[in-house]
């Protein structure tokens, strides 16, 4: 009927005993240890009786005198009881704990846990996957069947054989308060088809699938926990909605079933509970299905069988009515006694129990635990459990499941920026509230930035007074997010938000305040009308709370679906789906507010400066409020006729081309490289360089520090030429350390390409990466800056435009190489200079400063960090320098113009490139040219075009922002 392939790493050859396996020193070994498979009529009766009992187990510390620890090591190694089930702990306690009961029993222990989630859904440090509402809101079975392989893998590297998943029942009672999203749907053919995926994903990689809770706990509002839940519906109705996965099941072979705590009259009209009911599974799931597994009872010491029978009578009537294994009986001893009673009156047959002994032994042969016990060590969990290939399969089906319900008013994603604030509110009725969403809260805080962001948990009923204050809280946040937590667990009856919490929503929609409400666990709301916007993760692990994290700030698409009807507007396989954010920049129609002119002035200025031989080519990009007002590119990219490239005629210059960006490369790569070396405490500004860099020491060397490096204030030279000094470039640091400084450190201002190749050495030190490595995934990656980087490869070339002729001693035209002498010596890579880039990318790092650190979604650098890196420094006497770090300010220079506001700060570049930011009018301008070509002579002429083009730029914003 079922076949297991049996998992390479359990049918290893069986070793001698004495050197495979490693016994601590209280633990015997049994004097009866059977290293090949027994039938049942080798044991005793009360030997057989015991192997149909499953007793409970956990992966934490216990010591030598523990009493439940002992009760174990009895029923083990005397009584010999047929399997544990592990709960709770470790990786390391729970493979401790079971090895330790596994050398103590004579026969092996088949080992079961409630992996609905995964192994880290028990196990701490293991795999965890997101719920079964979550996996079917992917519709992606191939999810699914990932989760049953790396379940499978986890579980058989620490020794755990059946998984008590997938859960099987069809959720079609929103109010049930104990199945919920634990259910894959409310739809029996979706449930069907993930059940089936798990089951083979598991079962073809060497672990047990058990399908449950048969016949079905969907339909019901009754914890089975603590009462006997009563599932209506007729036979034919049964058929096709609660049975209809289970028959799916068996034909995809699953090996064992759980017989769930619930009375069917449809199936069964004596009400019994489904697990002592002979006519439901014997004769139904056994006979008319075929099924020729194991079957299991749900836990006996649930309240819906241990207040009907006491525990001795609960089993005898279980295993009457077909069940093979009795799982969690309340008393074990008294159990075991019963059931041998009921076999020497002649209640059960002694063919009975045999029957259900020799499948159990046979499972056991068939999964290989004879082989398994002797060979299992703990070596082998290091590579077997919690693996990064895992967790990434679990990442991506939680990313999948996150399912976007409304938007009413377009909120999501949320957009963290310069001044945003947001009220959180969280809202449950768990005590541990806090503690459960620690994941989700942070990660809010730390994108908008904690100190822009009001938390309140709230986890009791709310009061009118209290209702009032949060909502006053939430009007003065430019945003609100409602956090939901509705647990579904044993005894507790809930299965939505309590009525208060649903009052404070529909308050906050009374009073206009915009808010999205984020769902964690049952995705069912009272109503949904007043709710702006809603988003389900239908579960509350860290992975399901982390992609949420990454969708509702747009780190992450949208594309999940419901699974379940949640009222006539939002039905199943409804969502709405969201791309990530991957521009940071809006298109605005030409002559629409705020821009009611054009650019044209400011345009004549390139075309003029082109005119006149000042520069082959420009490209320009400028940006207000988030919005392009200009994305365009002039000229060439070298004078027509002269020295064209490859003998081909000048190519024009487009959007797409790539400029030397010379020393922008410093506030590109440097600056940011630094605030995020900052923020990550690799750095610290006032610390002196010698502390990192110890042969940096002399006469007022000692008192240079990182601020000053950063600011030009460090006294080193403006410029050395190494690469005319015969040293090799690996001794460029060194001579850096001995030259002498040419002025006291913060006494004054001297622009200093020396000081940040310094700097770029310390970085490496400190981050102990090299440099480029550093640049792209600390900056360029996160910038989506994927036309800019250092040495630029060879499919780049036709893009990038020439710099200077024969310049310092190179011969020919300077086409993809940089143009900094020193930078082309070391390699190319340098914080000083190196980096290439289109305009319309580097205008992203505006972007970044503009919002404060944040970049599609994500913080990069603390709003702090930021503002710290573009305040005004000070010299020594009091005077202010013109520099921030790395940044100059536009009222410290006559190349921005004369129109930037007093906060506005860029830099320039030799070969002729600049960038402008303005916080105070979100302002962004970038200006690349080559104006090097063919000679890096008279500098002065494109100092004077950035001056009027600026100028021309900032008149027109200003003659389009209203009052002006």
């Known amino acids: 009927m079922w076949m297991i392939k049996r998992f390479g790493l359990f049918t290893i050859t069986v070793l001698l005993l004495g050197s495979c396996i490693h016994l601590p020193r209280d633990v015997r070994i049994p004097e009866v240890w059977h290293r090949k498979p027994v039938r049942a009529s080798d044991l005793t009766l009360r030997q057989q009786v015991a192997q149909m009992i499953i007793v409970r187990v956990e992966g934490y510390y216990y010591s030598s005198d523990n009493g439940y620890r002992k009760k174990v090591e009895r029923w083990v190694a005397d009584d010999q009881i047929g399997g544990l089930i592990t709960f709770r702990g470790s990786v390391d306690g729970t493979f401790t704990n079971l090895q330790r009961f596994q050398r103590l029993a004579p026969l092996p222990l088949l080992v079961a846990a409630d992996f609905e989630q995964g192994v880290g859904q028990q196990i701490e440090g293991a795999t965890r996957f997101p719920s079964n509402m979550a996996m079917a809101a992917t519709f992606n079975e191939e999810n699914v069947y990932a989760q049953g392989r790396v379940t499978a893998l986890e579980a058989r590297g620490m020794g755990i054989h059946v998984a008590f998943a997938p859960v099987l029942d069809v959720n079609n009672n929103p109010n049930n308060p104990i199945i919920n999203f634990r259910s894959y749907s409310d739809d029996p053919e979706l449930v069907a088809r993930m059940g089936s995926a798990f089951i083979r994903g598991a079962q073809e990689h060497g672990l047990m699938a058990c399908a449950k809770h048969y016949p079905g706990h969907g339909n019901t509002s009754t914890d089975s926990h603590t009462s006997l839940p009563l599932i209506p519906g007729s036979r034919e109705s049964l058929e096709q909605m609660e049975l209809l996965p289970f028959k799916a099941a068996i034909d995809a072979g699953v090996g064992m079933v759980m017989v769930g705590h619930i009375a069917v009259p449809g199936l069964d009209d004596s009400n019994s509970p489904a697990t002592q009911s002979n006519t439901i599974t014997e004769d139904l799931l056994r006979g008319e299905y075929g099924f020729g597994g194991l079957i299991v009872t749900d836990g006996m010491e649930m309240g819906a069988i241990s207040g009907g029978n006491w525990t001795g009578e609960a089993a005898v009537r279980s295993i009457e009515a ?35 002994v020799n499948r159990i032994l046979k499972l056991k042969e068939d999964l290989g635990l004879y082989e398994e016990r002797l060979n299992l060590n703990r070596a082998d969990v290091q590579h077997s459990v919690g693996l990064a290939e895992f967790r990434t399969a679990a990442r991506a089906a939680a990313l999948e499941s996150i399912t976007l319900i409304k938007d009413k008013q377009n909120l999501i994603p949320l957009r963290p920026g310069r001044g945003k604030t947001l009220t959180h509110i969280l809202i449950s009725m768990d005590d541990d509230l806090m503690q459960r969403t620690i994941t989700f809260s942070r990660n809010v805080e730390f994108t908008f930035g904690s100190k822009r962001v009001k938390t309140f948990f709230v986890n009791d009923q709310l009061s009118p007074t209290r209702i009032r204050e949060l909502v006053n809280e939430a009007k003065t946040s430019s945003r609100t997010l409602v956090t939901a937590l509705v647990r579904i667990h044993m005894d507790k009856g809930i299965s939505t938000i309590d009525s208060t919490h649903k009052q404070l929503l529909e308050i906050l929609s009374d009073e206009n305040v915009s808010f999205v409400v ?11 009308d007043h709710i702006p916007a809603y988003l389900c993760a239908y579960g509350y692990g860290g992975v399901s709370m982390r992609a949420m994290s990454d969708a509702i700030f747009g780190r992450a698409p949208i594309s999940g679906r419901l699974p379940v009807n949640l009222d006539a507007k939002h039905p199943r396989g409804s969502g709405i789906n969201k791309e990530a954010l991957t521009k940071v920049f809006g298109e605005m129609l030409r002559n629409s507010p705020p821009l009611r002119g054009d650019l044209s002035r400011a345009f004549a200025v390139l075309d003029s400066a082109i005119r006149e031989k000042i520069t082959p080519g420009a490209q320009v990009f400028v940006a207000k409020g988030g919005l392009i007002l200009a994305d365009t590119a002039f000229g060439h990219f070298t004078y027509p006729n002269e020295i064209p490239l490859e003998g081909e005629e000048a190519l024009p210059v487009t959007t797409a081309s790539i400029y030397d960006l010379a020393s922008l490369t410093k506030v590109l790569v440097g600056g940011t490289l630094a605030m995020r070396l900052v923020d990550g405490r690799y750095l610290v500004l006032d610390e002196p360089v010698w502390h990192y860099i110890p042969s940096f020491r002399g006469r007022w060397k000692d008192r240079v520090t990182i601020r000053h490096l950063l600011t030009h204030t460090s006294g080193l030279p403006q410029y050395i030429e190494f690469w005319r000094m015969g040293i090799k470039p690996d001794r460029v640091i060194d001579t850096i350390c001995k030259t002498d400084l040419e002025f006291e450190p913060g006494t004054q201002v001297l622009y200093s390409g020396v000081g940040m190749i310094l700097f770029s050495n310390l970085v490496e030190l400190v981050a102990a990466q090299r440099l480029e490595n550093l640049a792209w995934s600390w900056v360029l990656e996160p910038l989506m800056m994927e036309s800019t980087g250092y040495n630029p490869p060879e499919e780049w070339l036709e893009r990038i435009i020439p710099t200077e002729v024969d310049a310092q001693g190179r011969k020919g035209l300077i086409h993809g190489d940089v143009h900094d002498a020193n930078a082309n010596f070391m390699g190319g890579v340098s914080l000083h200079s190196g980096a290439f880039a289109p305009a319309n990318q580097l205008a992203i790092l505006g972007m970044l400063y503009l919002n404060g650190g944040v970049i599609y979604g994500r913080r990069l650098a603390q709003e702090e960090t930021v503002d710290a890196f573009i305040t005004p420094q000070i010299l020594n006497d009091g005077s202010e320098s013109g520099w921030a770090m790395t940044w100059q ?15 506005a700060f860029g830099h320039t570049g030799f070969t002729g490139t600049s960038i402008w930011i303005d916080p105070m009018t979100e302002v962004i301008v970038v200006l690349l040219t080559n104006r090097v070509y063919p000679s890096g002579e008279n500098a002065e002429r494109i100092r004077e075009v950035r001056r009027r083009f600026h100028d021309e730029v900032i008149l027109e914003v200003q003659r389009s922002m209203p009052g002006t």
């Open 518 to 528: 984020v769902s964690f666990g049952s995705p069912y709301m009272p109503a949904l």
């Open 322 to 356: 077909g069940n093979d294994i009795i799982l969690l009986p309340l008393y074990v001893d008294q159990t075991i006694d019963a059931v041998v009673q009921a076999v020497e009156t002649g209640r059960v047959s002694q063919e009975r129990i045999a029957a259900s």
């Open 889 to 903: 300010l536009a009222s410290a220079t006559t190349e921005a113009g004369s129109l930037f506001s007093p906060s």
